[in-house]
């Protein structure tokens, strides 16, 4: 029997769904893997048991998540960008370790040259609200990529910065980069994404993360990450309980240490190829797992962060078109408040400038679904159809003129014209377009240095 995806996000589902997950917290609770954090936790009514398991009672859990603002100011050193349940913003995915070179196509290991280009890309795409780590390059010291990749976007962006610190003393380092740079109380220019270990377990690693960006008020993504058959259920209602089991415990412990510290509901419904071993992103489920909490997440006034954009393409392609647009279509019917996924194919593993761009241009679009249509009586257009009537033109109307952009998305790398146009233009597809796009972007800025 066909089951339709809204009857998932009804009140009465979501209600269930958040008795399930927190019923897998008072039960069975999470490892905690760091004594600073069980102790906070002990101290605060959830009880420790053997192996370091932290029990978390509902009532500690809804009392501590209640405490997250529902809105919060995004520090930079352009301008600063408010985070709400009522906003809509877009990033590129972070954790890139290779790229596709937009100018040759070559597939190599990303360098500090390449960070460089893709921070320059990031900053000048128009529906990119912030830059983010897209690239970990090789030529810098392993222990230092992270905090490397933050100085890069310190350098050449305005705009707020997203970053996974690798570790405690990196996250530390970072945190006095972003304050050293001028980010103002309660305006910090940098959020940390950290994130549990599916099953049921938070590493002494993110901990150390946590307890820094509690220390500096760095806003941290929270994002549970279980992966279909592998660390999570294989059913998709049983993925979404765990991962909302996750992101609570998380929640509630960042509460528990810093009353009042910004935090994002982060969703990451990974599936796990059974032919291959492999995880994925770009599948159909990841899309439906996502909406559904999305929808949950912003149903208790969490603030979210998705990632619209998945993909496990190898190149810019129709694979890569079809994972990244149709999931990105399903997800903007969603609650979603940060739009991650840019820039990145092979699940998060190959960064690529083209990519930005091309994903640049879906956000746009993601951008017009969400304005939605206006219905008031000047949108709605009677007079003006029974005054052209029957046979009409509407083309050179003072109506026509008034509105056709805010209307119409126009894109600015999709081909729209006729064949014989876009022979002429090059016959450029518009991964092509989008690599030649880049090419002028960072000669125009090489040139304005």
């Not at 990244?324 to 019917?333: P, T």
Request: charged share 20%; with cysteine.
């Amino acid at each position: 029997m066909e089951k339709s995806l809204m009857e998932s996000v009804s009140v009465e589902n979501l209600r269930v769904i958040h008795e399930s997950s927190l019923r897998v917290l008072s039960e069975f609770g999470l490892r905690i893997e760091h004594e600073a954090a069980r102790k906070v936790l002990s101290n605060n009514g959830c009880p420790i048991g053997e192996g370091g398991v932290a029990r978390f009672p509902a009532a500690v859990v809804e009392k501590a998540v209640s405490r997250a603002p529902r809105s919060y100011v995004m520090g930079a050193r352009g301008k600063a960008l408010e985070m709400s349940c009522d906003s809509t913003h877009f990033r590129c995915q972070s954790g890139c370790i290779n790229v596709v070179d937009h100018r040759t196509g070559v597939f190599r290991p990303g360098t500090m040259s390449d960070a460089v280009e893709l921070t320059r890309i990031m900053e000048e795409a128009e529906h990119l609200s912030v830059v983010s780590s897209l690239l970990f390059p090789w030529d810098a010291p392993l222990e230092d990529r992270d905090v490397a990749t933050v100085e890069v976007m310190l350098e050449h962006s305005t705009k707020h910065i997203y970053v996974q610190p690798y570790t405690g003393p990196s996250a530390e380092r970072i945190g006095r980069l972003a304050a050293e740079a001028g980010g103002k109380a309660g305006r910090p220019f940098v959020t940390f994404i950290t994130a549990p270990t599916s099953p049921l377990l938070c590493a002494s690693n993110e901990l150390q993360i946590m307890e820094v960006a509690c220390r500096y008020g760095i806003p941290v993504m929270v994002g549970s990450t279980p992966m279909c058959g592998a660390t999570s259920p294989v059913t998709l209602a049983g993925q979404i309980v765990l991962a909302h089991a996750e992101n609570l415990a998380l929640f509630t412990l960042l509460q528990l240490m810093k009353p009042g510290l910004p935090v994002t509901y982060g969703i990451r419904p990974a599936v796990m190829d059974m032919r291959t071993g492999n995880s994925t992103w770009g599948d159909v489920e990841w899309g439906m797992a996502t909406f559904v909490l999305a929808h949950l997440a912003n149903h208790f006034g969490f603030i979210t962060d998705v990632v619209g954009f998945p993909t496990d393409s190898k190149l810019s392609d129709f694979q890569a078109g079809a994972e990244k647009g149709f999931n990105a279509g399903l997800i903007s019917l969603a609650p979603c408040n940060m739009v991650a996924g840019g820039g990145f194919i092979e699940n998060i593993l190959t960064a690529s400038a083209a990519q930005v761009l091309l994903d640049n241009e879906l956000a746009g679009i993601y951008k017009r679904v969400r304005q939605g249509i206006d219905w008031d009586e000047e949108h709605r257009a009677v007079d003006l159809i029974g005054r052209i009537g029957p046979g009409g033109n509407y083309l050179t109307d003072d109506h026509t003129l008034k509105f056709f952009r805010s209307e119409i998305y126009e894109p600015g790398i999709f081909d729209r014209n006729v064949r014989e146009n876009w022979i002429l233009k090059g016959s450029r597809d518009a991964a092509q377009s989008a690599a030649e796009q880049a090419d002028l972007i960072l000669k125009s800025k090489k040139e304005g240095d």
